[in-house]
């Protein structure tokens, strides 16, 4: 099940996540209590989106399920 996020939802990678224990790389690119502002959707997927790391300020490609909704957008 995907969850869509749209622009402007905060959300938070998930904790206990197999792919974050097993990637270095992904270690290094965002810390695990890191936000992320959705920036913007793939309309072919509900399963992708654009977002912003709120602690380094990079922009990166990423996956809906690799993430828990903190908030979402209010309009």
């Not at 959707?41 to 903190?70: I, M």
Request: overall charge negative.
């Amino acid at each position: 099940m995907t969850t869509g996020f749209k622009a402007g939802d905060l959300v938070r990678l998930k904790k206990d996540s197999w792919w974050l224990k097993r990637s270095r790389t992904f270690r290094e690119m965002i810390a695990d209590d890191s936000l992320v502002l959705v920036t913007d959707s793939l309309e072919e997927s509900d399963l992708f989106f654009y977002g912003h790391v709120c602690s380094t300020g990079e922009k990166h490609l990423w996956s809906s399920d690799q993430f828990d909704l903190v908030q979402k957008a209010s309009c």
